[in-house]
């Protein structure tokens, strides 16, 4: 298992897989280790994914100061990660939380970012994000679904704050297009996949910015992609259209028929979509 240590210290750990060009993968969670990333339906065929453990999650060491788990303390990790592979420029690719943290490394280095690709990605950093009432609204399109009104109720709990652990088990098919045999094995994985603590300190206050931000990421002249799922809620396809539409040349793409994880619902559509983006040109 390969390592490198991040600027304070911390040894953090990373795993590759696949052929061809770099792409840097950061997982969401926030602070999940990056296991669930998987092959990203088949996209180590394309490219040689880099698979980074945020501190203190995975394979990774936790650090000494717990505040560093704030995103924006974490904007410096991600440029060690770059330096320690010995690339000038990258290609860079969050899930979910970690689109924050793509952000704002993009801000910080603008020059060392070739491409950026969000996948179903939060957008606190500029100042955009989901609410409750999202998270209904997309709930509701899956109605007609025979595990509904059982999952219904037990969202119904989780934000009421009243939530167990069989509700957050049971809430688990509205972040997957299609609840099948692949999307419950992935679902059941994720126990201690994720830090807590970490998770709790990551978007705490001071870690964004977002009016600066804005101003650094609509001038970088970076290739942005924002794919969204059609039945995802963390963001709606329309406020990720809202998200790109502060990043002038930003392309919001939405899978159809994709939850929160589009390379499981559908690998031939989001593999072929992130391709496509990778390698053209401009």
Same mark, same amino acid.
């Given at each position: @298992?390969?390592?490198?240590?991040?600027?304070?210290?911390?040894?953090?750990?990373?795993?590759?897989?696949?052929?061809?060009?770099?792409?840097?993968?950061?997982?969401?969670?926030? @602070?999940? &280790?990056?296991?669930?990333?998987?092959?990203?339906?088949g996209?180590?065929?394309?490219?040689?994914?880099?698979?980074?453990?945020?501190?203190?999650?995975?394979?990774?060491?936790?650090? #000494?100061?717990?505040?560093?788990? *704030?995103?924006?303390?974490q904007?410096?990790?991600?440029?060690?990660?770059?330096?320690?592979?010995?690339?000038?420029?990258?290609?860079?690719?969050?899930?979910?939380?970690?689109?924050?943290?793509?952000?704002?490394?993009?801000?910080?280095?603008?020059?060392?970012?070739?491409?950026?690709?969000?996948?179903?990605?939060?957008?606190?950093?500029?100042?955009?994000?989901?609410s409750? +009432?999202?998270?209904? /609204?997309?709930?509701?399109?899956?109605?007609?679904?025979?595990?509904?009104?059982?999952?219904? #109720?037990?969202?119904?709990?989780?934000?009421?704050?009243?939530?167990?652990?069989?509700?957050? #088990?049971?809430?688990a098919?509205?972040?997957?297009?299609?609840?099948?045999?692949?999307?419950?094995?992935h679902?059941?994985g /994720?126990?201690?996949?994720?830090? +807590?603590?970490? &998770?709790?300190?990551?978007?705490?206050?001071?870690?964004?910015?977002?009016?600066?931000?804005?101003?650094?990421?609509?001038?970088? %002249?970076?290739?942005?992609?924002l794919?969204?799922?059609?039945?995802?809620? %963390?963001?709606?396809?329309?406020?990720?259209?809202?998200? &790109?539409?502060?990043?002038?040349?930003?392309?919001?793409?939405?899978?159809?028929?994709? %939850?929160?994880?589009?390379?499981?619902?559908?690998? *031939?559509?989001?593999?072929?979509?992130?391709? +496509?983006?990778?390698?053209? +040109?401009?």
């Amino acid at each position: @298992m390969p390592t490198f240590p991040a600027p304070d210290g911390t040894t953090l750990a990373y795993h590759a897989v696949g052929e061809g060009a770099p792409l840097l993968c950061l997982p969401g969670g926030p @602070m999940r &280790a990056s296991a669930y990333l998987g092959d990203l339906g088949g996209l180590s065929r394309h490219r040689r994914l880099y698979l980074l453990d945020l501190r203190g999650t995975g394979d990774s060491a936790a650090p #000494d100061d717990p505040a560093t788990y *704030r995103c924006d303390r974490q904007v410096a990790d991600v440029e060690a990660f770059r330096t320690h592979l010995g690339l000038d420029t990258v290609d860079l690719l969050a899930h979910s939380a970690a689109g924050d943290l793509a952000l704002l490394h993009a801000a910080a280095h603008p020059h060392r970012v070739r491409t950026l690709t969000l996948v179903t990605a939060r957008a606190r950093a500029l100042g955009v994000d989901f609410s409750r +009432e999202h998270r209904r /609204e997309a709930a509701l399109l899956r109605r007609s679904e025979p595990w509904f009104e059982e999952a219904y #109720d037990a969202f119904g709990r989780i934000w009421a704050g009243s939530a167990t652990d069989a509700d957050w #088990d049971a809430a688990a098919p509205f972040f997957y297009g299609r609840w099948d045999a692949t999307a419950r094995a992935h679902a059941s994985g /994720e126990v201690g996949q994720t830090n +807590e603590e970490a &998770a709790g300190l990551y978007a705490s206050p001071g870690a964004f910015r977002p009016a600066a931000t804005r101003a650094a990421v609509a001038a970088l %002249g970076t290739r942005i992609l924002l794919l969204a799922g059609e039945l995802d809620s %963390g963001p709606l396809p329309r406020v990720a259209r809202e998200a &790109a539409a502060l990043i002038p040349g930003a392309r919001p793409v939405v899978q159809p028929g994709a %939850g929160h994880f589009p390379w499981l619902d559908d690998p *031939r559509f989001f593999t072929e979509t992130v391709v +496509e983006f990778l390698e053209r +040109e401009r």
